[in-house]
């Protein structure tokens, strides 16, 4: 039975890596220079302003990236509003009330396709994009964005509850829910630094600070003040020291004992990913590079390409 079942684990991965390397042949960073050569410029105006007048923005708009990626794909379904035959994802427990930037997105959509004439660029394209430009208005990497996505004509929350990483999860279920997507340890711990930016919310981080013991009691009981143990679950508290500023500190932080979430901790507690975080605490040239290489590869996980999915004219409803 245990044979078996690893037999099927690797089926599976194979059959995974095949489609993912399909479907990346298919992607290109000069997918729009013919279709609407002024498309990246456009998106990158409006998220600095949009970041430069609130830099919590940044965060929230990279995100809306790797929640929408962790669900079937990086396909732009987590902008669906909710209707008759959308189970909109933004009521997912991860996103309900949390993630933010909708109307950011909007703009974009509307400046994008006045740019081009016509709506050439994708939602989810647009979601890449953004990701990208909103990790460099705040001081971070930069990375050559593969396009060529289409978007989703569905959406689902059920997948989203069951797909986007929770903040209670331990190092096993990270690790597995990242090769799931076909991310190994690597990724994790480097994608798991988009926390050196913006915020979370009370209610994810409650139980870390009253029942967990791997971490900085001083730091536990400052948090106790935002956080109360009755109520306030709503109050948010910066996911790093320097929230505006995209650095290595989140790594810092961790090897001190001071991760805000129980899953950013459980990367430095003993296990697997102890040495990673060690390594980027250290060296901000490492991290950056690595944190570009794993966006690309997460950005293409099972985009939907050539004929699949459609162009939303309105990234909120299917056309």
Excluded at 153 to 172: H, R, V
Excluded at 235 to 255: E, G, M, Q, R
Aim: hydrophobic share 35%; proline share 4%.
């Amino acid at each position: 039975m245990a044979s078996h079942g690893y037999f099927s684990v690797l089926v599976h991965a194979f059959v995974f890596a095949s489609l993912a390397t399909s479907a990346f042949s298919q992607l290109s960073p000069n997918y729009y220079d013919y279709a609407c050569p002024n498309a990246l410029s456009t998106i990158k105006s409006v998220v600095e302003a949009a970041v430069q007048k609130e830099y919590r923005m940044g965060a929230s708009l990279l995100r809306l990236h790797f929640h929408d990626c962790f669900v079937n794909g990086c396909d732009g379904s987590i902008l669906l509003d909710p209707s008759p035959t959308i189970d909109s994802e933004k009521n997912a427990f991860a996103n309900f009330q949390s993630v933010r930037g909708f109307e950011v997105v909007d703009d974009i959509k509307q400046a994008v396709d006045e740019a081009c004439g016509t709506p050439v660029v994708s939602c989810a394209d647009i979601l890449a994009v953004v990701a990208r430009d909103s990790v460099v208005a705040l001081g971070g990497p930069t990375w050559e964005v593969q396009l060529g996505r289409r978007d989703s004509t569905t959406a689902s929350k059920e997948a989203a509850d069951a797909n986007i990483p929770a903040p209670f999860f331990s190092l096993s279920q990270l690790i597995t829910n990242f090769k799931n997507h076909g991310l190994d340890e690597k990724d994790l711990v480097v994608l798991s630094g988009g926390h050196s930016i913006g915020f979370a919310r009370c209610v994810t981080f409650k139980d870390h600070i009253y029942n967990d013991s791997n971490i900085d009691p001083n730091f536990a009981q400052q948090l106790r003040y935002i956080c109360p143990t009755n109520g306030g679950d709503s109050n948010l508290s910066p996911l790093d020291s320097t929230a505006a500023k995209f650095d290595i500190n989140y790594y810092s932080n961790l090897v001190q004992k001071k991760g805000l979430l129980h899953s950013d901790q459980e990367l430095f507690n003993g296990g697997s990913t102890d040495e990673l975080v060690k390594e980027y605490s250290d060296d901000t040239e490492d991290f950056y590079e690595d944190f570009a290489n794993s966006m690309i590869k997460m950005g293409n996980i099972q985009p939907l390409t050539g004929n699949q999915g459609e162009i939303r004219v309105n990234c909120r409803n299917v056309n």
